[in-house]
Every structure is written in structure tokens, then in C-alpha cells.
């Protein structure tokens, strides 16, 4: 994932407006890899599935939402799901108990890894990570990470199911 290298006082990145946004990690800009249609494609269909059955699940859906994931950190998940009441602030501060990430051509797996140790280090019950070229998911949660094998994502309380051949269908 390639940096700026441009260093930012975080009121300047809270401030700006990236397109598209941007995660800001101890000082420096993140660029995210995106802008490809499977990405595009694969991150609308997961947040249609999700939000189709929001009501039923009890749950929120963010696509491309802000979360401080620690004093000098923010991510922007390809997709994030609360459980419970709608949060009213702008960038969340408290823990998702859903984080996907989209797998993007040019993603290295040591990032990905640091990226899903924020979220899990914040308190984000679930992280899913998806790759539209080889339609592969892998949940991640405190315990590890399990490569999907019978084709479902799935977490527990609430128990959200979402079939990777609904999803990788519409893609």
C-alpha cells in the first residue's frame, strides 16, 4: 500500500478531504488500494447483502467509514457493521463488531496483517477479508485467522451468514 510519505498533524487530515479517502497511521497519509471494478463490484455486493438484511440482523452498514482505531491511527474498512444503535458521530471512536477488507491487486499481506491487528487491537469482534481475483475469504477474530472452507462468512452474536457465492455471483 503505498504512503505519501507526507508527514500531517492529524487536525490537517481530519480537515482534509481525500478522494478516495485516505488512512492516516502515526503521522503519515495511507493511500488505499482501490478504484478497480472486481473491488468495486465485490465491496457493493457485501454491503447490499449486509444492508438487505439489516433490519432482521440488528446492524448498521458503513461502507468506507473513518474509525480511530487508536490515538494517532484511522482506518477506513471497505465495509464496517455496528450492532445495535446507529452511532451519531462522524468518525467512529468506538469498535465496529464487523471490518471487511476488499483483497486489491497490489495489497501486501504484511499491511493487511497490520491493518487487521488495529481493528482487532480496538476491539473490532470480527474482521473479514475477501479477494475478488482468487474468490477467497479468511475470517479473522482474537483467536486467528480461518480461511473460509464451506462457503459462508459468518460471525456470531448476532449471527450474520453471508454465502461468498451470493456475494462473488454479483461480481
Known sequence: MPQTGALMSMNDYLSTTFRPDCEYVDGVIVERNLGEKDHSMLQMAISAALFNRRQEWGIHVFP?????????????????V?????????????PPFLCIEILSKDDRMSE????????????????????????RAWVCTAG???????????????????PLG??????
Not at 487508536?70 to 464496517?80: E, N, S
Not at 486467528?144 to 453471508?162: C, F, H, Y
Request: proline content about 5%; some cysteine.
Open 64 to 80: 468506507e467509514q473513518r474509525v480511530q482505531v487508536k490515538a494517532r491511527r484511522f482506518r477506513v474498512p471497505d465495509v464496517c
Open 82 to 94: 455496528v450492532v445495535g444503535q446507529e452511532p451519531q458521530e462522524q468518525i467512529f471512536t468506538q
Open 112 to 135: 493487511m496483517q497490520e491493518r487487521i491487528d488495529d481493528y482487532l487491537g480496538f476491539g473490532v469482534a470480527y474482521v473479514w477479508l475477501v479477494d475478488p481475483r482468487t474468490k
Open 144 to 162: 486467528g485467522m480461518q480461511e473460509v472452507k464451506d462457503s459462508v462468512l459468518r460471525t456470531a452474536n448476532p449471527g450474520i451468514e453471508v
Open 166 to 171: 451470493e456475494v462473488f455471483g454479483r461480481v
